[in-house]
């Protein structure tokens, strides 16, 4: 069974290992993202309580190692928005602000 972090300020449930491909098919297919960001995936997604929330992963395989596509590749969970945003694009704002 895989383990899954919660945040207990907006209470969505971050998978502490997945790959791109997984997140893509997790977040809401018309308000949620899933971005490339150098080594990072930053992911937004529509929070059921209202607004919207942000996270970080960083990869910790590559194509080379694996020999998998990049998205099919795992990824670690490094960060979470503590609470939610008013749209996806403060939310992703966010996590952009957070690679620099």
Not at 3 to 25: G, P, W
Not at 36 to 45: A, E, F, P, S, T
């Amino acid at each position: 069974m895989k383990k899954a972090f919660t945040s207990e300020k907006n209470e969505y449930s971050f998978k502490t290992t997945t790959t791109q491909e997984n997140l893509e098919m997790q977040v809401c297919a018309g308000d949620g993202m899933v971005c490339k960001y150098g080594d990072h995936i930053l992911m937004v997604d529509r929070f059921w309580k209202g607004g919207f929330i942000a996270g970080i992963y960083e990869f910790i395989e590559t194509p080379e190692e694996t020999g998998f596509c990049e998205c099919e590749c795992r990824l670690n969970f490094c960060e979470k928005s503590e609470g939610s945003f008013e749209d996806g694009g403060h939310a992703m704002a966010w996590a952009i602000s957070r690679m620099q």
